[in-house]
């Protein structure tokens, strides 16, 4: 129990920075299945990994004693998805976006910054750069918060923005992450 404690403590904090930021997060309708919770998670993972497991659509953020955070989150869609291990490189509130070439290609209207903060911009309230430079875990703006669930992204990990800032406020530069089929 103390455990659960110490994670719901970790969410007050992340809105209570959030706030402290300046970052202005919409409160989110959450249908049951997008709700974040403890569960059971038996796996090789220490206490403080990421894995995200992109068959079910889930982040996990292991806790320790056999528990993890879990989290619905959208992945890469047909050919953008990937496998491996890494770690976060670079935590970001309300981050600009310039499209990588590639997402520029699919949608050349694109402008070449979306700023942050801005209702366009797919980063929503906060990104987690992972090293490489090539992907993120991030919020996801509100035209884009159905994809939640899907496989729809150009190869970022897509989460609510209540739930990047949860995540956010528990992780740190260096954080390892797993992404697993």
Avoid at 11 to 31: I, N
Avoid at 32 to 48: C, D, L, N, Q
Avoid at 140 to 166: K, P, Q, Y
Wanted: proline share 5%.
């Amino acid at each position: 129990m103390r455990q659960f404690r110490g994670i719901a403590a970790a969410s007050r904090l992340a809105a209570v920075a959030a706030v402290a930021a300046g970052v202005s997060v919409a409160a989110e309708v959450r249908p049951a299945a997008a709700a974040r919770e403890v569960v059971t998670f038996k796996a090789e993972a220490m206490p403080g990994t990421i894995v995200v497991k992109t068959s079910e659509r889930r982040l996990y953020y292991v806790v320790g004693d056999g528990r993890a955070i879990r989290y619905r989150v959208a992945v890469g869609m047909s050919g953008r998805q990937w496998t491996g291990a890494t770690y976060i490189d670079g935590k970001h509130l309300q981050p600009a976006w310039s499209p990588p070439t590639e997402v520029k290609r699919y949608k050349p209207s694109l402008p070449s910054l979306i700023p942050g903060g801005a209702a366009s911009n797919p980063m929503g309230a906060a990104a987690l750069t992972l090293s490489g430079g090539e992907y993120a875990i991030h919020g996801t703006s509100a035209s884009m918060r159905r994809s939640i669930g899907s496989a729809a992204s150009f190869g970022c990990i897509r989460m609510l923005n209540e739930d990047v800032l949860d995540l956010f406020s528990q992780v740190r530069v260096g954080t390892r992450v797993v992404v697993e089929r």
